[in-house]
């Protein structure tokens, strides 16, 4: 080990090969008497016995060090294994709560679609709306071809978000030249501006992982479109105008602007209700009665 001497030399002296130019032979060196014999023999003594010691604190520590990791070790082992197990069931109760919500929720959009009306002063913006909506049919499809998801959804969101128009973001009606600007701000990700209205249609549906969602039943799409506008509007009691604007059961109350809520503007847009139950009406949609 560096810095501690050897063992087979005397403290104070040195290895070499040969002596140094001007140094004194061994045979030149002066005799050291017997009590200085001792006395340099007991210093070597003592260093051997120091360099032991430390050698051997250093194997106990190390053979301590190694006994505390294994306990450590089985102890890690044992609380992992309590707290995966302690995980396991807490995501099965949450599985399960989510579960029960889900069923509360769509019931009770259910029961709501079943009893909402749309309101006689609106039926001519419904009418409007479904007349776009079935204009523009065939370009819907070539985007929902490939998933579960329903042609008329997701043309009910490009008339809330866009107004029906082709030349702004499916994700909130930012202009197609450039990346949304309003939230969710920066979509698409990837891609160079402008985008076609198909490619930002693509990308709002994976971020909002549309292309998983397996629920397009009435109470499941419900779900999803007030999930797509966002929850808020329940911590201000109201329903949501974005789902049911135009119906009996929305009066008043909506956000003027991102997390701008205002309790007496009245959104006069066709709600997704609204539109649904009109593209029904017509006997061209026919939503499914449950999850496929």
Known sequence: MAGEPRLGARLGETERASPAVGEASPAARPTLSDAEEREERGRELR???????????????????AVII???????????????????????????????????????????????????????????????????????????????????FLAIIHGMEADFRFDAHLHNGDPLIGRTVRVPAGRPARGTPPFSWEESALDAIAANRYDKWNDWSIAGMLVAWERYNGFGYRQHGIHSPYVWSCTDLYAKGRYVADGRFEANAESRQCGAVAMLKGLIATGLVSPPAGPK
């Open 70 to 152: 294994l306990a450590l070790g089985g102890a890690s082992t044992w609380v992992f294994r309590e707290l995966a197990a302690t995980r396991e069931s807490q995501v099965v109760q949450l599985e399960y709560e989510n579960a029960v919500l889900s069923r509360l929720l769509r019931q009770e959009y259910q029961q709501r679609f079943d009893a909402a009306k749309v309101l006689p002063a609106r039926q001519d913006t419904v009418a409007h709306s479904v007349r776009k909506i079935l204009a523009n049919r065939a370009r819907y499809e070539r985007i929902t071809k490939s998933m579960t998801m329903p042609w008329y």
């Open 47 to 65: 260093a051997a016995q120091a360099l032991a010691r430390r050698r051997r604190r250093q194997t106990i520590l190390a053979s301590a060090a």
